[in-house]
């Protein structure tokens, strides 16, 4: 298995990003070179996430591949969300190069996060509901949420079930710490993204998008369509 490092720099150009690759060993001076001189015409280039993986070749036009549709001709630039690759190739087993001064859980959890916040930047601030039978709960879970400055806020006094058996090992972190008494949210909290804060209430994985509804009792995946 060749050992090599795939990096993602951001450029001058809002929303175009390069994804590559160099060997262990050459990170900085690839770095300095493109940050310097840019790429195919493209200026402002700036490292922005790198780690070293096993089969770097493969997994580098596995990126490709995925991102075939928003790359630019034949060159190694995407029109992508930076933060959704970083979250992407953050989940890769690897040892993080850059940033230096963060661990890889953070910067998963970090670029996930700022993904999550702008898939739902759309929704119009205001309150959403969510209501559901669960079997196993006996009854109705009812969770109330606020969309504020770019949060998904579940708010205290909402009712939740229990994790199901087998959801609760993989369950998001804010299911697990949330302060829950007598199947009664006790504080608002606040979520990384619809889904999260569905799971939140219903106690297992769920379609946020599709579970959360506005004060027409539509759900909001409507707006993220628009």
């Given at each position: ?10 450029s ?19 770095m ?14 700036k ?13 580098e036009?596995?990126?490709h ?5 928003s ?30 001064n ?5 910067t998963f959890?970090?670029?996930t996060?700022a993904?999550s916040?702008k898939?739902?930047?759309?929704l ?7 209501k ?13 949420a ?27 972190a804010?299911?697990q710490?949330?302060?829950?008494e ?8 606040v979520?990384?993204?619809?889904s ?10 769920a379609?946020g998008w ?11 995946d ?5």
């Amino acid at each position: 298995m060749t050992k090599g490092i795939i990096y993602i720099m951001t450029s001058a150009v809002n929303g175009l990003i390069k994804i590559g690759k160099t060997g262990i060993g050459q990170f900085e001076t690839r770095m300095n070179h493109l940050e310097k001189n840019g790429y195919a015409n493209v200026a402002g280039l700036k490292r922005k996430f790198a780690i070293a993986v096993n089969d770097y070749d493969e997994k580098e036009q596995l990126l490709h591949q995925i991102f075939n549709k928003s790359r630019v001709a034949d060159t190694e630039l995407f029109a992508l969300d930076v933060d959704l690759v970083i979250s992407l190739l953050s989940s890769f087993d690897g040892q993080q190069i850059y940033p230096e001064n963060q661990t890889k859980d953070a910067t998963f959890e970090e670029a996930t996060e700022a993904t999550s916040r702008k898939a739902f930047a759309h929704l119009p601030e205001g309150e959403y509901h969510l209501k559901r039978r669960i079997k196993r709960f006996g009854g109705y879970v009812e969770g109330r949420a606020v969309v504020k400055n770019g949060t998904f806020t579940v708010l205290n006094g909402s009712i939740c079930a229990p994790l199901a058996p087998s959801f609760a090992s993989k369950a998001p972190a804010i299911c697990q710490t949330a302060r829950i008494e007598n199947n009664v949210l006790m504080e608002d909290v606040v979520c990384t993204s619809p889904s999260s804060a569905a799971a939140l209430v219903i106690g297992n994985a769920a379609d946020g998008w599709r579970e959360w509804k506005d004060a027409d009792d539509q759900p909001i995946d409507t707006y993220r369509d628009n």
